[in-house]
């Protein structure tokens, strides 16, 4: 991955990036019907985050992934984790998570949370690998574009020793 760079993404590159997601999220339709997002939502999502893109100077479009990450509080949020499906299988995803881990870190988040579609078996065993567990189940968002009984799995990923992590009224010596 040598030609390629890590950097904020621009509102300007909303189109991109919408198309960027739609494209890799295509491995949901035997589950999800339609596309994953729209120019809205990434508008939206600008006002309340940041996207993350690795640029391929030898791709063409130039984006190769993006992810979306936001703060609230002492907590990360990773979504919409994308790899153009031409580039996958080449490291693609795991940059983008460790930047994003590496800039919660930076501004003292405790943990990382991701939401994976329940159906999406293949997913869990790589997020565990990189340190997730499941946390919780949440509602499908939007089930009227389930094509089966669908939930979301949240994960979270400690990013510091519990014993560095804040707590509410606990004291540390």
């Not at 589950?31 to 309340?48: K, L, N, P, Y």
């Not at 930047?99 to 991701?114: K, M, R, T």
């Not at 997913?123 to 340190?131: A, D, P």
Request: aromatic share 8%.
């Amino acid at each position: 991955m040598a030609s390629t760079t890590l950097r904020r993404a621009g509102l300007s590159e909303i189109d991109q990036l919408v198309t960027l997601i739609n494209a890799a999220f295509r491995a949901e339709d035997f589950c999800v019907m339609g596309d994953r997002t729209s120019f809205e939502d990434i508008h939206a999502r600008f006002q309340v985050g940041t996207f993350l893109v690795l640029e391929d100077a030898a791709a063409p479009g130039g984006l190769v992934g993006a992810v979306f990450t936001s703060i609230t509080g002492t907590r990360a949020y990773l979504g919409l984790l994308s790899v153009d499906p031409a580039a996958q299988g080449r490291g693609i995803s795991k940059v983008l998570i460790d930047a994003v881990e590496q800039n919660a870190l930076a501004v003292g988040c405790d943990f990382l949370d991701i939401t994976v579609v329940n159906v999406r078996e293949n997913l869990f065993g790589y997020y565990e690998k990189l340190g997730f567990a499941p946390h919780r189940v949440a509602p499908f968002p939007v089930p009227e574009k389930a094509r089966m009984p669908l939930h979301l799995v949240q994960m979270t990923k400690p990013l510091r020793p519990a014993w560095l992590t804040s707590a509410p009224n606990q004291k540390v010596d």
